[in-house]
């Protein structure tokens, strides 16, 4: 039997195989609510039907604030968790476990989605049903946008800090109520957390900046936090950029060094990605080679043996033998798929059968099979 489908024991959660959803924005709450829908219960469950062994929410906001697009879904209210309840009950009903990423954009927030034309959303749209621009203005570690088209963030001062750790908490409590047995920290991607990690971002010149030690101060903070309240007996994820692909950025050692400190406060998988911090911080930029298949499971591997903590693959996985191999190789102990599973929710279907393996379909199924 191919290792991929072997099943993976995080503390009291039973994976039932090591493949993965990766958290993918679909900004799809057109209320502006943060309210999970009918799109958000088709989406992902289709995913569990197609045998993902743990599927993982898109980036869910611990506070208004804190969303990339004023479509994403959230936590920062508890009239989202009867929404976020529906699915985690479907997606176990269909044998899958429920994970949620939750996450903060920091200066990264108030964006178009991707079909509405890039950029910042226009003042005159920029608001929610019961919030301004002003109440929905982004924060960072340090006044700087992301590029000269987005707004100047907020400086987040010693009380602002408070309160988003206060957001975190609560976004935990709301996802262990909802039904989700995986909580992912988001601290990738340029988003608010991998602000304060990367010397390109973070020009603090308090405890939360400065050298290494000062920058992992505030993610630490919120990890320990999130494990304070999420339940011993569910694991939790960090998600990490590995680096920011730029001279003199965030980068593996440090990444090494900030996952033995998550081991530390309780953390079970580091979930291994890697760019968003600045503009041009992924490979290829600037007309480089571009990434290839897999181009950052060494990061995985690195972090997993340098560190000692489980770690997740993720980037250009399509292939089942390649994704077997990951596995099999010991370079992560679960692989994340993101483009592939939007391209086919029953990829896992068909990876079992090319690995020789029986696939872990729903028994209505077995009708086309048999």
């Keep these: 039997m191919s290792t991929l489908f072997d099943p993976l024991a995080l503390r009291d959660v039973v994976l039932p195989d090591r493949i993965a959803m990766s958290p993918m924005c679909t900004y799809s709450c057109e209320a502006r609510d943060g309210v999970p829908g009918a799109w958000h219960l088709q989406h992902l469950a289709s995913r569990a039907a197609g045998g993902v062994g743990l599927v993982l929410t898109e980036a869910t ?120 047995r995986v909580l992912e920290v988001h601290m990738a991607h340029g988003y608010l957390l991998h602000q304060f990690l990367s010397p390109l971002v973070n020009h603090r ?75 041009g911080g992924v490979p290829g930029a600037g007309g480089g080679t571009p990434p290839g298949p897999g181009y950052q499971v060494p990061f995985a591997r690195a972090v997993r043996e340098r560190a000692a903590v489980a770690t997740g693959a993720v980037g250009l996985i399509t292939d089942p033998m390649h994704a077997a191999a990951v596995i099999a190789d010991g370079d992560a102990d679960l692989v994340l798929l993101g483009r592939a599973l939007l391209r086919d929710p029953y990829w896992p279907h068909r990876a079992a059968e090319q690995l020789g393996v029986t696939p872990r379909r729903p028994a209505a199924y077995a009708w086309a099979v048999t």
Excluded: N
Aim: aromatic share 6%; proline share 7%; hydrophobic share 40%.
């Design 205 to 279: 010149d308090d405890a939360h900046g400065g050298d290494l030690e000062g920058r992992l101060r505030f993610p630490l903070e919120v990890v320990r936090d999130v494990r304070r309240v999420w339940p011993e007996s569910l694991p939790l994820f960090v998600r990490i950029s590995a680096t920011d692909w730029v001279d003199g950025g965030w980068d593996l050692d440090q990444s090494v060094q900030l996952a033995i400190r998550l081991r530390e406060a309780g953390v079970d998988l580091v979930d291994v990605s890697s760019g968003g911090a600045v503009p």
């Design 61 to 180: 906001a611990v506070e208004p604030r804190g969303r990339i697009s004023l479509q994403d879904t959230g936590l920062w209210d508890d009239r989202q968790v009867d929404g976020w309840r529906r699915v985690t009950e479907a997606i176990t009903s269909l044998g899958s476990v429920p994970g949620v990423q939750l996450a903060h954009a920091g200066r990264k927030a108030g964006t178009r989605r991707p079909w509405d034309g890039r950029g910042p959303i226009p003042a005159e749209d920029f608001h929610d049903p019961v919030r301004t621009a002003d109440e929905l203005w982004p924060v960072a570690p340090s006044a700087h946008p992301f590029d000269s088209s987005m707004r100047v963030p907020h400086v987040l001062d010693t009380d602002g800090l408070l309160a988003v750790r206060a957001a975190w908490t609560a976004a935990a409590v709301r996802a262990a109520d909802a039904g989700f």
